[in-house]
């Protein structure tokens, strides 16, 4: 037997709503920031050249992958969230 297997029940756990809060409002505030940085990226895209353009993200957060992955990942934790809260509703 197994002492550290994980029950299914425990992805439907909810956070502490206050941290919950808390990272969404970090989220939040990591994609304004990133969608500025991607707007300017796309702004720059026209003044560049083809060299320039393959080498322009070289040594650097690519703006536009950070932000999606930002995006799926508040999604998921909001929908969990959700989901956990809304099952324990009805109990």
Avoid: C
Avoid at 2 to 9: F, G, I, P
Avoid at 18 to 28: P, T
Avoid at 71 to 90: C, Y
């Amino acid at each position: 037997m197994n002492l550290h297997k994980r029950n299914w029940t425990e992805g439907l756990t909810l956070r502490d709503f206050n941290n919950h809060k808390e990272a969404n409002e970090k989220s939040i505030k990591s994609m304004l920031a990133l969608s500025e940085a991607y707007n300017k990226s796309v702004q720059e895209e026209s003044t560049l050249t083809s060299d320039q353009l393959k080498t322009r993200h070289v040594g650097k957060q690519d703006p536009k992958r950070h932000l999606e992955e930002e995006v799926e990942r508040a999604m998921g934790d909001q929908v969990v969230q959700n989901l956990g809260t809304m099952l324990l509703a009805e109990l």
